[in-house]
């Protein structure tokens, strides 16, 4: 019974880890496929010059319970950190200047009302209009929206301009005038039908008082040590210690084809690879490519999930040329303040070991979707947001580091009827084939672990079907 997978993500790492550990009396010969010459797809975690870098993501939501989940059983549990807690407070950029963002925001949605009641961030207008949620009745309507005509039906404009928006962008690197309510925040649509108000809904589901006074809040936010690179290398060294799998690394797959009795992999350079199952745990764009002979339609449909480019550039100061800053994580800028800029995480400040004695690191962001095209040269981007960053905090001082990561169409975006577009790239793989990763029901990395694991378990049932029905 083969599995192939192909694509060296942690969907792709975490679908054939499941595969390794549940495959009982009956264990699948398991082959992950990787073009790059490097694990983890997006995730990617490098040190330079006693700087612990996070090219992609740099923490996952412990609120879902996958990763952390992952993290202990493979031996990860007591690495993993959360953000430091006089380093929680985020700041949203208004009219040139940082301003906190109110505490108590899930979206826009207050759960606390003093904190919006206080914020600069919104007029007394503005306000008012937020506040006009508990008076206007629930949708009629079913089904999807964007999650800008949502948060302007509820909450007003202001509060989409300078709370929902930027959190978005910041989140997704969406544009929330497309952007799928259903498929990224389906629990509000929710609120709003249970309780007929956010505000309602919100405060309601709040923690009683008593149990909040009990200790501090955990970060919900956490990652390892030794960045998010520590779960890759050790989910790579379970899938080397096991006998049934097969790592391949470098080795692009070109196409994924139908056979009488399943399924073909071929790699570039003539290698194919017979299969019972095949996961495709690559970007959307990359699957449509690899199923266009076998599965033309699905081909199409997959085309359908639009992505975005962005870049990460990491930057590191001397800390005694820094001006003064508040306590924080970092901030997010709107786009309306017209800089190039999205937000920017002080890493140093969330997560211990980041950075050598001396020094800071901080991560600015560019790009997303309906935000401008990126300068093409690196040096000039790089110039570009530190004199933005200088602006904006009296920053004089160059950078000790600077690395530019450019993630090009890594990004999926969740359009309105994106959960819709999914069921039929669903309805539409043959039997044996499965679509799994960020493009399809969540792009954190708690989702594509989920994605992956799930893609496993069904790949096994498939295999395990086929080979009972084969002469
Ligand atoms: C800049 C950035 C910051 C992010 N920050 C966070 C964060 O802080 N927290 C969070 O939870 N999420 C974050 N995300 C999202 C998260 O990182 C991704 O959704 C997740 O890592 C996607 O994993 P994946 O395995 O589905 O896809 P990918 O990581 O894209 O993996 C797909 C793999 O397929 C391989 N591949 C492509 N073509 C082929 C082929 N022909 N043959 C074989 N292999 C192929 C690729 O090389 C790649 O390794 C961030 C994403 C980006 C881009």
């Given amino acids: 019974m083969n599995v192939v997978i192909v694509g060296g993500g942690i969907t792709g790492l975490a679908a054939a880890h499941a595969l390794v550990a549940r495959a009982g009396d009956r264990p699948a010969q398991v082959t992950l496929v990787e073009a790059a010459p490097r694990w983890g797809g997006t995730v990617h975690t490098l040190r330079v010059d006693g700087f612990l870098v996070e090219a992609g993501p740099d923490a996952f939501l412990v609120h879902r319970p996958e990763a952390l989940a992952l993290c202990r059983d493979l031996g990860l549990g007591d690495r993993v950190v959360g953000v430091r807690p ?103 649509a929710e609120l709003e039908r249970r309780h007929g108000s956010l505000i309602r809904g919100a405060l309601a589901s709040r923690r009683p008082a008593g149990a909040r006074r009990r200790g501090p809040e955990r970060s919900p936010f956490a990652t390892l040590l030794g960045g998010l690179g520590e779960l890759i290398d050790a989910l790579v060294a379970r899938l080397e210690a096991a006998p049934a799998c097969r790592l391949l690394l470098g080795r692009p797959a070109q196409a994924i084809l139908r056979e009488p009795a399943g399924y073909r992999v071929v790699l570039d350079g003539g290698e194919s690879l017979p299969a019972d199952a095949v996961i495709a745990a690559t970007p ?53 303040e017209g800089l190039t800029l999205t937000g920017c995480t002080w890493s140093s400040n969330k997560f211990p070991g980041r950075a050598p004695e001396g020094f800071v690191l901080w991560r600015a962001f560019a790009g997303g979707d309906g935000r401008p095209p990126l300068p093409g040269d690196d040096g000039r981007l790089v110039e570009l947001l530190v004199a933005e960053l200088g602006a904006l905090l009296g920053l004089r001082a160059t950078p000790h580091l600077a690395l530019v990561h450019r993630w090009s169409r890594a990004r999926p975006l969740y359009d309105v009827g994106h959960l819709d577009l999914v069921a039929r790239i669903e309805a539409l793989c043959p039997p044996g084939l499965l679509v799994a990763g960020s493009a399809y029901r969540g792009g954190g990395l708690p989702a594509c672990i989920r994605a992956g694991t799930e893609a496993a378990g069904r790949a096994l049932a498939s295999a395990r079907r086929s080979q009972e029905v084969a002469p």
């Fill in 284 to 336: 959307a764009h990359v699957t449509a490519r690899l199923v266009a002979d076998m599965a033309p339609e699905l081909a199409r449909a997959l085309e359908h999930i639009r992505y975005t480019s962005s870049a990460v550039v990491s930057l590191a100061f001397r800390r005694d040329e820094l001006p003064p800053l508040p306590a924080g994580s970092g901030f997010l800028v709107p786009r309306d």
């Fill in 86 to 188: 006089e380093h929680r407070r985020a700041y949203l950029v208004r009219r040139g200047r940082l301003v906190p963002l109110p505490e108590g925001l899930a979206l826009a949605v207050p759960t606390r009302l003093w904190p919006l009641v206080t914020t600069p961030l919104l007029s007394w207008r503005g306000k008012a209009r937020v506040a006009l949620d508990l008076l206007i009745p629930r949708r009629r309507a079913n089904g999807d929206e964007s999650v800008a005509h949502f948060v302007r039906r509820r909450l007003g404009d202001e509060a989409l301009r300078w709370l929902a928006g930027p959190l978005m962008a910041g989140i997704h690197a969406a544009d929330p005038e497309r952007l799928s309510l259903l498929a990224t925040f389906p629990h509000l």
